[in-house]
């Protein structure tokens, strides 16, 4: 009995740990919670909310400095909402962006030799 009773209780602060934060109700003190926002970003995330509530992820992006898609999908993650959705990508942004390969622009190096002198004829 004892063991189910601590069982429930750790499940009921599991699931307080990891309640959603929404960017549109929550208090600066909440919003630190969340893993990836500090003190500066709660307060710019309530400066912008001044303006008006966040209509979507795509709103607080574009409103907010510093928060970009791939950010974004990392606060998801962490338990933020925006009017209790989670963030998901558009198809014209991505969380995770691939990254783009430049030729090297280095020129090729002559193979090395053993260290030896050539022999003089």
Do not use: C, H
């Not at 009017?83 to 622009?105: I, L």
């Amino acid at each position: 009995m004892l063991k189910k009773l601590l069982t429930f209780f750790l499940a009921a602060y599991t699931a307080l740990a990891f309640a959603a934060v929404d960017a549109n109700k929550a208090t600066s003190a909440e919003l630190t919670e969340v893993k990836g926002i500090g003190p500066a970003t709660a307060t710019r995330i309530i400066d912008a909310r001044k303006q008006g509530p966040f209509k979507n992820w795509d709103d607080l992006i574009a409103r907010v400095k510093g928060i970009a898609p791939t950010s974004a999908g990392k606060l998801s993650e962490g338990g933020l909402t925006v009017n209790g959705q989670t963030f998901k990508p558009s198809a014209n942004q991505s969380a995770t962006k691939p990254k783009a390969t430049a030729p090297d622009p280095s020129p090729a190096k002559p193979a090395q030799t053993t260290g030896k002198k050539p022999e003089k004829m």
